[in-house]
């Protein structure tokens, strides 16, 4: 079993004026910076970074507005920005096409890059049947503004302004604006780097490939989808973010309900509508949700467990092994909560 991790995670629960990368090492369970960036778009954020994915040039890792390439030494870096960037969750390099996929989830879209970090076309996510969706949080939108005290509608949206609190722009129906305008609404001279998207419609969190197929993994309709063939491939998923390849065996994690799944013998994109996926409750949805997944070894799963908010602040987010050939969470490594609470992407480096 390897024992070389790396973790993105973010203060999750606090500001920080740093974005981290910790190293995880299973023998002696030992936590450690493996390094360190000062969130200079914000200024302080409670993500830090988010995905991170291995590429020919080194490790891929993403921020809410930037894309940052960081050496296999992890001794230096290259940063890119753009306007149109906006919570962006993942970026994925492709052999086959030599282009960046990169999972713009506040503007609910594919950005595609060449090979030197240029624009080359953005792919837009919303469908006919999403527009259903648009239409119930523009009424939720319209009645929160009308009917301040109602909190029935949202969780808690003052916790949600104050974490924002940097996002100071604000788009007038979003939602409708990227289903019937999407040109016109992306050509705008806004900055959407600091406006403030959500609620987002479908969510795009996670690219996988497949030979000449990238499949994304889309949190609120709960789908693990073609951006080209627009083939749904899963559905009926709580919450999905990971959706990734190793070894043919394709990982799931469910934000919404705590629990991760696999299914082995994975060798195209189609054969998973007919895939035996194993699922393993690895924690209470209430407490913590699932970001984060990593085959170690050919028993062993890692899943990152995240804290929420509205749990007392002495609960530390957390790593799960997951036995495959048993199903159930073997062990439990806490993550010290100075470190941060919010980890969101694991990767095997040994």
Known sequence: MTSKILITIGGGCYFSSHMSLLSFDLD??????????????????????????????????????????????????????????????????????????????????????????????SIHLLQQKDLFRILAQTASSIKQKIFPRDCSLTINPTLEDIRYKKLSKKIILPGLQKYFLPALFRARSIDFRFAFMRPHVVHPNYICEFDDDILVTLKNPGEVRSIYSKQILLKGLKGPHDGCLRNNTYLLTESSNGIVSWADNIHRSTDLKSANFKRVQVCDPKKGFLRGVELISDEHLLVAVSKRREVQD?????????????????????????????????????
């Not at 960037?85 to 879209?109: C, E, I, P, Q, R």
């Not at 159930?328 to 609470?341: A, D, N, S």
């Open 28 to 121: 002696n369970e030992q936590f450690d910076i493996a390094f360190s960036k000062e969130n200079n778009i914000y200024g302080e954020s409670t993500k830090g970074f988010l995905g991170l994915v291995e590429s020919p040039l080194g490790y891929l890792i993403t921020s809410e507005a930037q894309i940052h390439i960081l050496s296999k030494s992890l001794l230096s870096s290259q940063s890119f920005t753009y306007k149109f960037l906006n919570d962006a969750h993942y970026t994925h390099w492709s052999d086959y096409h030599n282009k960046y996929f990169v999972a713009n989830t506040g503007l609910d879209t594919i950005e595609v890059l060449d090979k030197d970090m240029r624009p080359n076309k």
């Open 314 to 350: 002495d609960q530390p987010a957390w790593l799960a092994l997951i036995n495959k050939k048993i199903g159930f969470v073997e062990k439990k490594y806490e993550i010290p909560y100075e470190l941060g609470t919010n980890p969101f992407s694991i990767l095997k480096i040994d």
